[in-house]
């Protein structure tokens, strides 16, 4: 299909482009710090199927489990606190107070209830990207208009069914822009969650070869984790693209 | 004057008020004090200036609005959307833009539980009803890829299909040509004639009125209010559209129109 | 301007030195030298720049920010593997401890086997602890080793009876043993001391004079640090080292010692368990990272 | 205004509502980890005039600065991928290649290029919180429909003004959804932006607690972070109801 | 057939087919080699069924859609909506829903960069416009808090604020009841005898075309054509309204609409 080969040419376009700069970056700097890319490329090949693989494996899994716990709890909670003013008004104070909390800084405490095994690295992204969630679908639904509504209260429907036939659908298109940037953070907090009790997943392995002064395999796993990201930003792209087929202009 | 409820009123409007919460201010009423009833298995039309409250009275009927003073009545009982199948057609159609024709036709009747895709009298009378209204090739549609004409119709077959208790039309075809239209009253007199549905509609034309509705309720401006409600023999039956009567009919409506639209205006300039 | 500009004065006029310190044993010499006015004293002007963390302070230093920095021989192997020139000027007096938990029953370092002990990978901290088994005779994978590089989460854990033992640093571990913990072992007891001072090639190079100027002062402290009573310099030191209030009763400062180069030992052991684990390919040699700068 | 007193109130409710929480967890554990709220307020109190006032002075001007600049960047940003297809069709990689990249894994060069100063902490917050900026106000313009623009179109409107009349009003309520999530992001990592090369900052203030062990003026730091965050909520709220008066309901 | 351009044209469609891109299929042209010229200060009245593409032909003059062959040309010269001011007033108002009613009404002029807020000219051109269409009181609303007919009206207002070169109307008093829309037929009439601007008005009313349009197109569905396009000698002629010829000409056209749409629906049958 056209479509495909060109999105294709335009990711092509950019990953050029970011190495570019990155090759630019590099060699006017002249640092350690900064390898150029083809030493990196090189040295991706040499420890990816031996590490990278499992890792990633590892770090997918943990995102896909703490997204998936995000939106099971922050999805419904957005929905009552956009819908319902009552529950709003007491719960988006309870939100805004517990949203600027470091989460991090809880680490301790979540470590002594869920141990330093999978689920405080799963609850800990949870944590992170639940608020995230929480308030763009509760915006989402506080800004439709009151009207778009009419039809299904006429009609007499129930609360199921107003969610069904107006809430998620309206609320659909930023729903997939919170789980987007929850998403993408969810990758970039990998550094912080899988730091402790485990040896597998990307965040474990950028930050341990940061801690070795292994700048190539800490670029080789950034890129990694990057290429992750795009391939799980095409994945939300695509569903977006059936989901909202309405809105296709 | 004490108001009473006549045991066969299907729809009774009882000394309602409805005033709209704006973003500033307190606004005046958009329906003072309006008293109507409207009897089992009867049509009937209301005429009135734009901005008098038409739409607010239908809107109050459907449980959209919450009246300020007063009540609406369905049956003697409160007006309740899920006792009653309402079927409201709002003046801006009402389709749902994420679904397709079809869906947006089912709509009612799915959140009715009546629906049962694929069931062949259901099919069937979907089917037929699109023909009908002449959008049987739009069903795969959004309706953003619709014209306006065939959005209505569409809001059209969404509340025809539902066979509801009562019909709540607000200048439902207004969008349409000269001929569809008359064809689409014709459509609905068919559906009226068998299954005599209770119904309250808005319209912009004396003839329209005259065409469908057994009762012609008049509507005055500032604040929106009934002016006059009266009884139309000609109501409901298509062989007298060409009449004399008719026309006679027609004439004389539009200058009673007339003069409470001057009457409004000389009360206007004087105040 | 963070001191490492080459622009050197006039002969008697000396360049700035800026320094990185962790909240640890091994800095105190630093704070006391800069409180008690020694380094003024010898003509000096040394920043120290206190970090949280390792790794900011190792960012820190590759980026160019520090002349040099308190540290561990592993992160000099590391910064040399990776290609930052970095050279060890002497060793410090860093403690590191194998500490069991209150309920934990095992009574010695062979009870560990099998059970939970947490350190933090790749580090100076899993280096001692499998030093500290190889003593006993067990391999680093006889332990189940949890990994928690967050100190203070190593030590609640420990605390609350989630591990069995951990490996902490000073001053750490005598908050650990303070309350209630049970010293296993410690690189004092095995004689190894991988804490280090090292300071960037280039400032082995062009600050020779400010870097002998600061040992001197160093020394003063270290003098101070051994004979002054506790009172006189407890507070002031938790309060600038940003040590834990607790401190201040469970503390066991070390007998700190003058400015001196690494034992070989110490140098070539570390760098072994480096090559073992293949964290590094090198085998760097003593005279690779160490230059004396004392000695002149 | 009994709108105001209303507002009050839920926010009370919800600060007691949370209290009750933590102080039910802090009986159940009876850790010192997880002190009771009473003692952490005693300590608040000792310390806040002397140190916490001054630590929530720079953490809100450099999350003042950070978000700014993400704004200045990013909206932008946002608004010619969300408008120009063409554009989107080349930034979209890349900000997709870019986003997951952990920023703190980045520190290097950034005090390489920054320094160690005000400049690497405020660029951090940027670095991590304009991403989120940028999608959000890419896909609440995508999503307009087309229709919305003809009335601009029909009068032969400048790019300028159709910006000023129809993308600027009709992205505002996702921009300001994506103000709160930024904003609330950048507060929560103040905890790694702010513990190097400064002893201010309430990251720093917090980061420096929790390495003495002294809870009890961690949480009082948290305490403040979440006031904090609360009351920059609240200016955004209060933006809202200004800026989207026709939304009013 | 070569099709030629006249000197005096100010609207003119070469051959124009329009064809929208549907969400999963190539839908049928909209409307399709369509010829048609509009003499400068004019109005020609487009009749036709729903969804015969009117408002398409609108929405092409004003450059919204783009022609999939043929082309429209204003003046000679492409159609440019920066090179002429365009006053499109679409079927569903095109009001933003951000701005008050004040503000819709003068964003014409705004992008026009010929409004001067306070200017008392300026002022009272508007005021004087919001009267004579009957919303002077609504300037600090917003569009949802208005009734369908008034929201018509201020859309109507931001065309004749405008004072454009090309006045395009769709459907443009739909919305309103008899009086008002005489009513506001005359406004538009005043206007028009003023400064002569060139119209393209959709309409479903046989007589609002007979009363406006100098010209009248009538079009045909499927595909969208133009089935005849005659002068009307009454148009634009509002003493003329009442009179004998007038209604023999309603009576004539309406004959000749309801034959289009017969043969059409033969057509259909026989297909
Ligand atoms: N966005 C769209 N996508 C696909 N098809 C469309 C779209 N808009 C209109 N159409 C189709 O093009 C045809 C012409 O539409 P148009 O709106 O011009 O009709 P119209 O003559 O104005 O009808 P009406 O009197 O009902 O407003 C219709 O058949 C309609 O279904
Ligand atoms: N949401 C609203 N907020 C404030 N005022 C409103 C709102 N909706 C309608 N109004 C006002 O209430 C009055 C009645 O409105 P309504 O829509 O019932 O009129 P209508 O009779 O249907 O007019 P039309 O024939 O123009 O549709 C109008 O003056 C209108 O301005
Ligand atoms: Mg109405
Ligand atoms: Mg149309």
Redesign the pocket.
């Known amino acids: 299909m056209k479509g495909i080969s060109h999105t294709l040419i335009s990711y092509l376009a950019a990953a050029v482009f970011l190495l570019a700069i990155w090759w630019g970056l590099a060699l006017l700097l002249e640092l350690p710090i900064v390898p150029t890319p083809d030493k990196v490329f090189v040295r991706l090949t040499d420890v990816f199927a031996r590490d990278i693989l499992e890792h990633a494996a590892y770090s997918l899994w943990r995102i896909a489990a703490g997204l998936g716990l995000a939106v099971c709890i922050g999805y419904p909670l957005g929905v009552i606190m956009g819908y319902f003013r009552q529950a709003d008004r007491f719960l988006s104070p309870v939100v805004y107070l517990t949203y600027p909390i470091p989460k991090i800084a809880l680490l301790p405490i979540l470590m002594l209830l869920a141990g330093v095994g999978e689920l405080s690295k799963i609850l800990m992204i949870f944590l992170i990207i639940v608020f995230q969630v929480v308030v763009a679908v509760r915006d989402a639904i506080r800004t439709l208009p009151e009207e778009r509504y009419y039809p299904l209260y006429s009609l007499g429907a129930s609360l199921g069914q107003i969610f069904r036939f107006v809430i998620l659908p309206a609320s659909l298109p930023k729903f997939i822009t919170a789980i987007r940037v929850a998403m993408a953070t969810a990758v970039s907090v990998l550094f912080f969650t899988e730091t402790f009790g485990t040896q597998y997943g990307m965040g474990y392995y950028i930050m341990d070869a940061w801690l070795r002064v292994n700048y190539l395999e800490m670029y080789a796993g950034i890129l990694v984790l990057s290429v992750m990201g795009l391939l799980l930003f095409g994945i939300i792209d695509c569903f977006e693209h059936v989901a909202c087929l309405w809105q296709r202009k | 004057m004490k108001w009473h409820m006549n045991p066969t009123d299907m729809i009774a409007f009882d000394h309602l008020t409805v005033r709209y919460r704006s973003a500033e201010c307190a606004a005046a009423a958009a329906i003072a004090d309006v008293s109507l009833t409207v009897p089992q298995g009867t049509v009937c039309a209301i005429i009135g200036p734009s901005g008098c409250g038409k739409s607010t009275l239908l809107r109050a009927v459907a449980g959209l609005v919450q009246p300020e003073s007063g009540c609406v009545k369905i049956a003697g009982g409160k007006a309740d959307p899920k006792k009653y199948r309402i079927g409201f057609m709002p003046q801006n159609y009402g389709l749902l833009p994420w679904q397709t024709v079809r869906e947006n036709i089912v709509l009612g009747c799915r959140i009715r539980h009546d629906w049962h895709a694929g069931r062949e009298e259901d099919e069937a009378r979907l089917a037929r009803l699109m023909a009908a209204l002449h959008i049987e090739g ?1 069903a795969t ?1 959004y309706p ?9 119709r569409v809001s059209l077959a969404r509340s025809f299909l539902l066979q509801p208790d009562i019909l709540l039309m607000d200048e439902p075809f207004s ?3 000269a001929i569809t239209r008359e064809e689409m009253q014709d459509v609905f007199l068919a559906l009226w004639q068998e299954q005599h549905v209770t119904t309250l509609l808005v319209t912009h034309y004396v003839e329209e009125a005259l065409y469908l509705g057994q009762k012609i309720a008049l509507m005055a401006a500032d604040p929106g209010r009934i002016a006059r409600v009266f009884d139309n023999p000609l109501g409901g039956h298509p062989e007298q559209r060409g009449s004399r009567e008719f026309f006679e009919m027609s004439r004389a409506l539009r200058e009673e129109i007339r003069g409470i639209s001057a009457q409004h205006a000389g009360e206007g300039a004087a105040s | 301007g963070c001191g490492t500009g080459s622009q050197s004065a006039g002969s008697g006029k000396m360049q700035e030195l800026s320094i990185g310190l962790m909240p640890d044993t091994d800095s105190l010499p630093f704070l006391i030298a800069e409180e008690k006015g020694y380094f003024a004293d010898e003509g000096v002007k040394v920043n120290l720049k206190p970090f949280k963390s390792a790794m900011d302070r190792d960012s820190a230093m590759q980026s160019g920010h520090l002349d040099g920095a308190v540290s561990d021989m592993l992160a000099a192997a590391f910064a040399k593997d990776g290609g930052f020139d970095v050279k060890v000027t002497s060793s410090t007096d860093g403690s590191y401890k194998l500490i069991a938990g209150k309920a934990e029953p095992a009574a010695d370092v062979k009870g560990l086997r099998g059970k939970d002990v947490s350190v933090s990978r790749n580090t100076i901290i899993e280096y001692v602890t499998d030093e500290i088994l190889a003593k006993d005779g067990l391999k680093g994978d006889d332990i189940n080793k949890v990994i928690i590089p967050q100190i203070p989460t190593r030590l609640e854990m420990l605390q609350n009876g989630k591990l069995a033992a951990a490996t902490l640093p000073e001053p750490m571990a005598s908050i650990a043993i303070y309350n209630g913990g049970r010293l296993l072992k410690s690189s004092d007891d095995l004689g190894i001391n991988p804490g280090v001072i090292l300071f960037t090639d280039k400032a082995t190079k062009d600050k020779q004079k400010e870097i002998q100027a600061m040992y001197r002062a160093y020394n003063r402290a270290v003098d101070y640090l051994n004979n002054a009573p506790r009172e006189e310099y407890i507070d002031f030191v938790i309060e600038k080292a940003g040590f834990p209030p607790a401190a201040k009763e469970a503390l066991k400062l070390p007998t700190y010692h003058k400015a001196a180069l690494p034992k070989e030992q110490d140098v070539t052991d570390c760098i072994k368990w480096l090559n073992d684990k293949d964290l590094v390919k090198e085998t760097y040699g003593y005279d690779d990272l160490v230059i004396n700068l004392l000695g002149e």
Do not use: F, M, N, P
Not at chain 2, 144 to 152: I, K, M, V
């Open positions: 739009l549609r953003h890829e619709l014209s306006g004409g065939q959005q209505q969008a349409l040509d």
